[in-house]
Each structure stands twice: as C-alpha cells, then as structure tokens.
C-alpha cells in the first residue's frame, strides 16, 4: 500500500501568518489519464473531515483562497496563506490513486 | 441539501458484530461511491473499505478482510457497514463518505461512535 507520510505533525502559528504542511507518498500519484489523485482534508475538532483540496491544487467549493495546495508526483505541500482561528483542526493528505485509499497521519494546527 | 445520515451510537461487546447504516438524502447515491472510515479516539483516519453501488461489489483494506461486510441498497439509498468479530481495539468513530469512484470524498456522514466493552 501507498504510504503517506507528513511534515510537521504539529503546528502553531500566530494569526495573519502562514502555514504550510508537507505530505510525500511512497509512491507516484500521477495516473495515467494525466491527473493526480492527491487530496487534502481538514478535521476541525468534533466533526468529520472536510474536503479542502482535490487532485493536488484546486480548492473544493466554498473553500477560501487561502488555502492552496501544490506538488506533483510525490511531493505535495499545503499553504495557508493567512492562518485565521477558525483554521484550527487536523489537517490529512490521502491518495486515491491505488486502492487501499491511504491517509498521511495528521497534522495538528493549533494558534499562538 | 446534500447529506449523509448515519446510525446511532453503539455499545457492543467482544466478539459481537455491529451494523452502521448511511443514507443518502438529496445526493445521487447509485453511481457514487460510498467508503467507511474510521477513527480511533485520539488517532488518524483509516479507509476500511467501498461500494459503487451500480456495480455492487465493494473492495476491502487487506486488515479487514474477512471481518468487514460492505453494502449498499440503492432502493432505499442506503449504505451499511458491518463489522464482526469486535475487539476493543475497533472502539472508534465510523465515518460514511461519498465520492466519484475512488476520487474526492466531498460529503460524510456525522460519524457513528461504536464502544467495545465488556
């Protein structure tokens, strides 16, 4: 299976500064049809996981453009340009590329 | 509105089985797939299995194989899952959640807490 490994597993940032989270996958995520099937989620505490990024770097509706994803192969990264309060949670990459689905282990984002 | 509208909270014992339902309210249900998630108190999310409920079979993570049971009925939008044989360490909340074949998972359900206790 495709492991998915995270960079940090914790983070504090102050409000109005950036964050960014790393996330490299054992194996490429670019398929064969040209995409690449490289996800982010968010779980704020008590709910579950919200969809933030799909295939890499476009943001999923009604996801501010703060958020922006990047990478390709098996490096990807996701920037919080501006970090607000209500950003707070865990944040997950999961690859769909090869079944079983696989998720990075978290990243907790907590503010100063 | 699209939503995912799972079970209630279940307290099971060891060795018992345990049953999640997941319907889908005001969400094309028959050409999505439908996985289970799940979530140990205090830890990550981890892929159990999925159906595409047109195509009928689901497919397994390799550690629940044999334990697990995936369905679907697409007559009343539902989607179960079934887990036998619990131990304490499947004590966790189970999410439901659609996406298009394996891709993006755009809606879960609110999560079913199961406890495993004797």
């Known amino acids: 299976e495709i492991v998915m490994t995270q960079t940090p597993l914790s983070l504090s940032v102050t409000p109005g500064q950036p964050a960014s989270i790393s996330c490299k996958s054992s194996q490429s995520l670019l398929h064969s049809d040209g995409k690449t099937y490289l996800y982010w989620y968010l779980q704020k505490p008590g709910q579950p996981p919200q969809l933030l990024i799909y295939?890499?770097?476009n943001r999923f509706s009604g996801v501010p453009d703060r958020f922006s994803g990047s990478g390709s192969g098996t490096d990807f990264t996701l920037k919080v340009s501006r970090v607000e309060a209500e950003d707070v949670g865990v944040y997950y990459c999961?690859?769909?590329?090869?079944?079983?689905?696989?998720f990075g282990q978290g990243t907790r984002l907590e503010i100063k | 509105q699209v939503q995912l509208v799972q079970s209630g909270a279940e307290v099971k014992k060891p060795g018992s089985s345990v049953k999640v339902s997941c319907k889908a309210s005001?969400?094309?249900?028959?050409?999505?797939?439908i996985s289970w998630v799940r979530q140990a108190p205090g830890q990550g999310l981890e892929w159990m299995g999925g159906?595409?409920?047109?195509?009928?079979?689901?497919n397994y993570a390799q550690k629940f194989q044999g334990r697990v049971t995936i369905t679907a009925d697409e007559s009343t939008t539902t989607g179960y899952m079934e887990l036998s044989g619990l131990r304490s360490e499947d004590t966790a909340m189970y999410y439901c959640a659609r996406s298009l074949f394996w891709k993006a998972m755009d809606v879960w359900g609110q999560g079913t807490t199961v406890t495993v206790s004797s």
């Open positions: 159906i595409i409920p047109i195509f009928g079979s689901a």
């Open positions: 999961m690859q769909s590329i090869q079944l079983p689905i696989t």
């Open positions: 295939e890499v770097s």
């Open positions: 005001g969400v094309s249900f028959s050409n999505y797939t």
